[in-house]
T-cell receptor, first 116, second 114 residues
Framework: GAVVSQHPSWVICKSGTSVKIECRSL??????MFWYRQFPKQSLMLMAT?????????EQGVEKDKFLINHASLTLSTLTVTSAHPEDSSFYIC????????????FGEGSRLTVL | AQSVAQPEDQVNVAEGNPLTVKCTYS??????LFWYVQYPNRGLQFLLK??????LVKGSYGFEAEFNKSQTSFHLKKPSALVSDSALYFC????????????FGTGTQLKVEL
């Protein structure tokens, strides 16, 4: 199947700093990528839909200025957590749509963010 | 609005026994149904999907799922469980007109014991 790579896998940062997470589709082009957040022992919460060459679409309750999304190419989307605080600590997962018709998504390995 | 229910937080099975992980859904229109598995601190891995056609769908690692339209269910099954199947399983649904956004269930922790 299609491969989605996420980097970094783990990141620890100090409160107030910004952290960038990359999501790459390695063997296919993705006009749309999705960013999820997962709290311990909970399901995935869709944060935003990343569209190549245009602004991301954020879900209700997700702060656009807090979670900056850039989808500059057909194989790369980035999520930047700005001025991170301990409550932003979470597991962030991206996915990319390999087939536009069926909606099948392939997921990255996730990025564990810990804000001290 | 679409939704997915996984009524069991955890399922315990002895190795070699059959396993079932339950999932029911609610959508307007035709559903696209998926099962994903997640190992600790990892992303989701695709197991199988139902788009159209045969109600019984076969997927990776010996898993299968049966689409039941009248019961709006898509239960995941495996004839003989392995200890290595122990993981968190998510059922998900999308619709043809929903921008392909997936709605996930809350997940079911499967524990297979010797």
């Amino acid at each position: 199947g299609a491969v989605v790579s996420q980097h970094p896998s783990w990141v620890i940062c100090k409160s107030g700093t910004s952290v960038k997470i990359e999501c790459r589709s390695l063997d296919f082009q993705a006009t749309t990528m999705f960013w999820y957040r997962q709290f311990p022992k909970q399901s995935l919460m869709l944060m935003a839909t990343s569209n190549e060459g245009s602004k991301a679409t954020y879900e209700q309750g997700v702060e656009k200025d807090k979670f900056l999304i850039n989808h500059a190419s057909l194989t790369l989307s980035t999520l930047t957590v700005t001025s991170a605080h301990p409550e932003d600590s979470s597991f962030y997962i991206c996915s990319a749509r390999a087939n536009q018709n069926t909606g099948e998504l392939f997921f990255g390995e996730g990025s564990r963010l810990t804000v001290l | 609005a679409q939704s997915v229910a996984q009524p069991e937080d955890q399922v315990n099975v002895a190795e070699g026994n059959p396993l079932t992980v339950k999932c029911t859904y609610s959508v307007s229109g035709n559903p696209y149904l998926f099962w994903y598995v997640q190992y600790p601190n990892r992303g989701l891995q695709f197991l199988l999907k139902y788009i159209t056609g045969d109600n019984l769908v076969k997927g990776s690692y010996g898993f299968e799922a049966e689409f039941n339209k009248s019961q709006t269910s898509f239960h995941l099954k495996k004839p003989s469980a392995l200890v290595s199947d122990s993981a968190l399983y998510f059922c998900a649904v999308s619709t043809t007109g929903g921008g392909n956004k997936l709605t996930f269930g809350t997940g079911t922790q499967l524990k297979v014991e010797l």
